[in-house]
């Protein structure tokens, strides 16, 4: 996720064609804004029940960053409204004394 993708592998290889070139520039690839605020709310659906302050700060990051957001470039929108969500579930669990369901 944080390294090279194959996108960044194929652009600087040698031995690829014009066509695979066009085929590799066309594919959108995701904003990482949007990963951001979908990996902040995560960490909000753990430990939003405790700390309401990550919630709120992702909340209101999601919402800032989303205008960056480009149709033409990007693949999907669907980061920053899971982020978001998760955000507002790990508010409500605050608001509601809970703590999320864990496998352990």
Same mark, same amino acid.
């Given at each position: 996720?944080?390294?090279?993708?194959?996108k960044e592998?194929?652009?600087?290889?040698d031995?690829?064609?014009?066509?695979?070139?066009?085929? !590799?520039?066309? &594919?959108?690839?995701?904003? @990482?804004y949007?990963?951001i605020? #979908?990996?902040?709310?995560?960490l909000?659906? %753990? !430990?939003?029940? &405790?700390?309401?302050?990550? @919630?709120?700060?992702?909340?209101? #990051?999601?919402?800032?960053?989303?205008?960056? %957001?480009d149709?033409?470039?990007?693949?999907?929108?669907?980061?920053?409204?899971?982020?978001i969500?998760?955000?507002v579930?790990g508010i409500?669990?605050?608001?509601r004394?809970?703590?999320?369901?864990l496998?352990?």
């Amino acid at each position: 996720m944080f390294g090279k993708s194959k996108k960044e592998d194929k652009m600087h290889d040698d031995d690829i064609t014009p066509e695979e070139q066009a085929y !590799v520039d066309s &594919i959108k690839g995701q904003n @990482p804004y949007g990963m951001i605020t #979908f990996l902040m709310g995560g960490l909000c659906y %753990f !430990v939003g029940y &405790i700390y309401v302050f990550i @919630p709120i700060i992702t909340i209101i #990051f999601g919402i800032f960053t989303y205008r960056t %957001f480009d149709r033409e470039r990007e693949d999907n929108p669907w980061t920053f409204y899971i982020g978001i969500l998760l955000a507002v579930t790990g508010i409500y669990m605050f608001i509601r004394h809970e703590a999320p369901p864990l496998p352990f």
